[in-house]
């Protein structure tokens, strides 16, 4: 079969808005619908995207481990030669080496990319049930020039816009890509061209390997924007837009140049960051079972999942976004029992810091001020989807659930006062009006992670240095019983929204591996712990030293060795200068700082920024690549780099 239609979706009118290419979705009901028909298909004009060789390093940048001069990557910080070696010790994986040894690394010299619009599920609510069937929208990209080792889908984390996804490849600025964006792109965000380059810059990371990647939008995003996406409450119809998208992937891989039979069997690979690891999670479950058939109309074979820091368990994620999470950096120094920046704070091995630093932290977080911006745009996401789906939009449940002032009374820059759904439902708002407006409204109901210009002791090797940081919010009280009623974490119907929204509660006949770092300020590990410990050996986290134990089910049998973990080693956030400081100087490698991940980002002139969720990324598909390599080289489920 030849492509049928490839037409720039600027110019569909909605006499081409047709079924162009039919079926290929779940078995079932979902065929009957029409889910998996296309509706367009757009190829994208990505310019100096079109060579690999420029796209990678674009994709490293993302990663802080240097810059673009002209068409040419260098390196040109400590802190980013740092994040090399650590990379290439910890997974055999040098980020610089593909720069010069492109013929040994890459498999295709160019990509092509595509945006293209299909059915998919929309989440029921009573409120708007004529929504089940959507138009949703995602990003295909392609390796031109050699046969497809096999297809990733790739699912992306939260975003706050509605066109900061996948498709939408923004044509300003660096990391940039195609100057032919989907209308959707640009129209609904105020004026503000702005998609998302990243997505496709991290999707690369694959398709130079040689593999097409299926990146989708989600229902409620992209071209869906005029829906409230369902979130991580709801993750089979998230899981479906991806898998409805394999029609538009065979139409594709069938036209020229590519010229894949449709009957050319691939491996299926499955990964996600945050939000996304989640859905990789369920979409591994789905395509073991209810939807098997979307990936036998589509020729594929599922080959492994690799998820990175995914919130799992949405009973734990919830549990910790309610209670104070503590952290070293403010909490410890101001704790007079213990100097927990002092040089001792690490274990002589330098692989975790000491059990009193741990007790005073039990839930494994970097920073407590990033932790405290994170858990109101978390609980926010979670209640508002679980609002208008479960309890069809009501006021009176967002009251039960949550502080009045919190969900109805946000103040938007240039905008006014709006409430939490009209911020999550509407295209016309942007990154830092959503998420910066939600923080800031938290910080003044009743004293939630107040202003203070805190006292700490700078620990160094040359004698302890008293220090006042500049004022702000340090997160010295992230306690979200501040903006939520404690009582929603009892309710029976909450307890059974998270219960069913969880993701890892099922035996596997695949091989997962989870991506997890050892300290996170935005989706506590306890998730990849609970979902391993479940997954593998068939029972809850016990706890570990001081980090909590898992309080969600467990039911399922182990999966045993078809479960595996690599973790990317991070530390929490200190006062001790030789722990914060990743390079003695800028050519002496700090034998404290092996083995770590850091940013060049700061918080003034003396702290550099640790690795935390957001920084993982890039490390996470890296580790996520090294598990496919392994699977197509022998089987095996590492996540170490074979010899690529």
Same mark, same amino acid.
């Given at each position: 079969?030849?492509?049928?239609?490839?037409?720039?979706?600027?110019?569909?009118?909605?006499?081409?808005?047709?079924?162009?290419?039919?079926?290929?979705?779940?078995?079932?009901?979902?065929?009957?619908?029409?889910?998996?028909?296309?509706?367009?298909?757009?190829?994208?004009?990505?310019?100096?995207?079109?060579?690999?060789?420029?796209?990678?390093?674009?994709?490293?940048?993302?990663?802080?481990?240097?810059?673009?001069?002209?068409?040419?990557?260098?390196?040109?910080?400590?802190?980013? $030669?740092?994040?090399?070696?650590?990379?290439?010790?910890?997974?055999?994986?040098?980020?610089?080496?593909?720069?010069?040894?492109?013929?040994?690394?890459?498999?295709?010299?160019?990509?092509?990319?595509?945006?293209?619009?299909?059915?998919?599920?929309?989440?029921?609510?009573?409120?708007?049930?004529? @929504?089940?069937?959507?138009?949703?929208?995602?990003?295909?990209?392609?390796?031109?020039?050699?046969?497809?080792?096999?297809?990733?889908?790739?699912?992306?984390?939260?975003?706050?816009?509605?066109?900061?996804?996948?498709?939408?490849?923004?044509?300003?600025?660096?990391?940039?890509?195609?100057?032919?964006?989907?209308?959707?792109?640009?129209?609904?965000?105020?004026?503000?061209?702005?998609?998302?380059?990243?997505?496709?810059?991290?999707?690369?990371?694959?398709?130079?390997?040689?593999?097409?990647?299926?990146?989708?939008?989600?229902?409620?995003?992209?071209?869906?924007?005029?829906?409230?996406?369902?979130?991580?409450?709801?993750?089979?119809?998230?899981?479906?837009?991806?898998?409805?998208?394999?029609?538009?992937?065979?139409?594709?891989?069938?036209?020229?140049?590519?010229?894949?039979?449709?009957?050319?069997?691939?491996?299926?690979?499955?990964?996600?960051?945050?939000?996304?690891?989640?859905?990789?999670?369920?979409?591994?479950?789905?395509?073991?079972?209810?939807?098997?058939?979307?990936?036998?109309?589509?020729?594929?074979?599922?080959?492994?999942?690799?998820?990175?820091?995914?919130?799992? $368990?949405?009973?734990?994620?919830?549990?910790?976004?309610?209670?104070?999470?503590?952290?070293?950096?403010?909490?410890?120094?101001?704790?007079?029992?213990?100097?927990?920046?002092?040089?001792?704070?690490?274990?002589?091995?330098?692989?975790?810091?000491?059990?009193?630093?741990?007790?005073?932290?039990? !839930?494994?977080?970097?920073?407590?001020?990033?932790?405290?911006?994170?858990?109101?745009?978390?609980?926010?996401?979670?209640?508002?989807?679980?609002?208008?789906?479960?309890?069809?939009?009501?006021?009176?449940?967002?009251?039960?659930?949550?502080?009045?002032?919190? !969900?109805?009374?946000?103040?938007?820059?240039?905008?006014?006062?709006?409430?939490?759904?009209?911020?999550?439902?509407?295209?016309?708002?942007?990154?830092? @009006?959503?998420?910066?407006?939600?923080?800031?409204?938290?910080?003044?109901?009743?004293?939630?992670?107040?202003?203070?210009?805190?006292?700490?002791?700078?620990?160094?090797?040359?004698?302890?240095?008293?220090?006042?940081?500049?004022?702000?919010? !340090?997160?010295?009280?992230?306690?979200?019983?501040?903006?939520?009623?404690?009582?929603?974490?009892?309710?029976?119907?909450?307890?059974?929204?998270?219960?069913?929204?969880?993701?890892?509660?099922?035996?596997?006949?695949?091989?997962?591996?989870?991506?997890?770092?050892?300290?996170?300020?935005?989706?506590?590990?306890?998730?990849?712990?609970?979902?391993?410990?479940?997954?593998?050996?068939?029972?809850?986290?016990?706890?570990?030293?001081?980090?909590?134990?898992?309080?969600?089910?467990?039911?399922?049998?182990?999966?045993?060795?078809?479960?595996?973990?690599?973790?990317?080693?991070?530390?929490?956030?200190?006062?001790?200068?030789?722990?914060?400081?990743?390079?003695?100087?800028?050519?002496?490698?700090?034998?404290?700082?092996?083995?770590?991940? !850091?940013?060049?980002?700061?918080?003034?002139?003396?702290?550099?920024?640790?690795?935390?969720?957001?920084?993982?990324?890039?490390?996470?598909?890296?580790?996520?690549?090294?598990?496919?390599?392994?699977?197509?080289?022998?089987?095996?489920?590492?996540?170490?780099?074979?010899?690529?």
């Amino acid at each position: 079969m030849k492509l049928k239609k490839i037409t720039s979706v600027l110019a569909v009118s909605s006499a081409l808005m047709l079924n162009v290419c039919g079926g290929g979705g779940a078995a079932g009901p979902t065929q009957n619908a029409g889910y998996g028909d296309v509706l367009s298909i757009s190829q994208q004009n990505l310019g100096v995207y079109a060579r690999v060789q420029v796209l990678y390093p674009v994709m490293l940048q993302t990663g802080k481990f240097g810059a673009i001069k002209g068409a040419s990557f260098s390196v040109e910080s400590a802190f980013e $030669s740092a994040n090399i070696i650590n990379s290439a010790r910890t997974f055999n994986f040098n980020p610089v080496a593909p720069i010069t040894t492109k013929p040994n690394y890459f498999k295709a010299e160019s990509v092509s990319a595509y945006a293209v619009e299909y059915k998919t599920p929309g989440q029921n609510s009573e409120t708007n049930p004529a @929504q089940i069937v959507r138009t949703a929208s995602g990003l295909i990209i392609v390796p031109n020039g050699v046969a497809p080792r096999g297809v990733v889908v790739y699912f992306h984390p939260t975003v706050s816009a509605k066109n900061q996804v996948p498709s939408c490849l923004s044509s300003l600025g660096a990391g940039n890509v195609s100057s032919n964006q989907p209308a959707y792109c640009t129209a609904n965000a105020a004026g503000n061209p702005f998609g998302s380059g990243l997505f496709a810059t991290l999707s690369a990371l694959y398709a130079a390997r040689g593999y097409v990647v299926i990146a989708p939008d989600y229902v409620g995003l992209g071209v869906d924007y005029n829906n409230v996406h369902p979130f991580v409450v709801y993750p089979e119809n998230n899981v479906m837009s991806a898998f409805n998208m394999f029609p538009a992937l065979r139409q594709i891989l069938e036209s020229a140049p590519f010229n894949v039979d449709s009957k050319t069997r691939l491996p299926l690979f499955l990964t996600g960051y945050s939000e996304g690891a989640g859905y990789a999670v369920k979409a591994s479950q789905m395509a073991q079972t209810t939807a098997a058939g979307a990936l036998s109309a589509a020729n594929l074979q599922l080959k492994m999942t690799s998820p990175q820091e995914g919130a799992y $368990s949405l009973t734990d994620q919830m549990s910790f976004a309610f209670e104070d999470g503590n952290d070293g950096f403010i909490n410890c120094a101001n704790n007079l029992s213990y100097n927990c920046g002092n040089v001792d704070m690490m274990k002589p091995d330098q692989s975790s810091v000491t059990n009193e630093v741990s007790a005073m932290n039990n !839930w494994n977080i970097v920073t407590s001020a990033v932790a405290a911006q994170y858990k109101p745009l978390l609980t926010s996401n979670v209640l508002t989807a679980a609002m208008y789906y479960h309890f069809h939009n009501l006021d009176g449940a967002y009251d039960m659930a949550m502080n009045h002032q919190f !969900w109805a009374n946000i103040s938007v820059p240039d905008v006014g006062i709006l409430s939490l759904y009209q911020l999550f439902s509407s295209p016309y708002y942007v990154e830092n @009006q959503i998420a910066g407006s939600i923080f800031i409204n938290t910080t003044k109901i009743d004293g939630y992670d107040p202003e203070i210009s805190p006292n700490i002791t700078l620990f160094t090797p040359q004698g302890n240095l008293p220090i006042q940081l500049p004022p702000n919010h !340090w997160g010295t009280d992230n306690a979200g019983t501040k903006f939520i009623n404690a009582a929603v974490a009892r309710d029976p119907q909450f307890v059974s929204i998270l219960a069913s929204g969880s993701t890892y509660n099922w035996h596997t006949n695949s091989p997962i591996n989870f991506i997890h770092m050892n300290y996170d300020s935005a989706v506590t590990i306890l998730n990849s712990y609970q979902a391993y410990s479940c997954m593998r050996y068939g029972v809850s986290f016990p706890g570990s030293g001081n980090l909590v134990a898992s309080s969600a089910p467990c039911t399922t049998s182990a999966s045993g060795a078809l479960i595996e973990s690599t973790i990317i080693p991070n530390y929490q956030m200190t006062n001790n200068a030789i722990q914060l400081t990743p390079m003695a100087t800028t050519t002496t490698v700090n034998p404290l700082a092996i083995n770590k991940f !850091w940013t060049d980002s700061s918080l003034n002139s003396s702290f550099g920024k640790p690795f935390d969720h957001s920084d993982m990324m890039v490390q996470g598909n890296i580790a996520a690549l090294c598990t496919f390599e392994n699977s197509l080289k022998d089987g095996s489920n590492s996540g170490i780099c074979p010899e690529l």
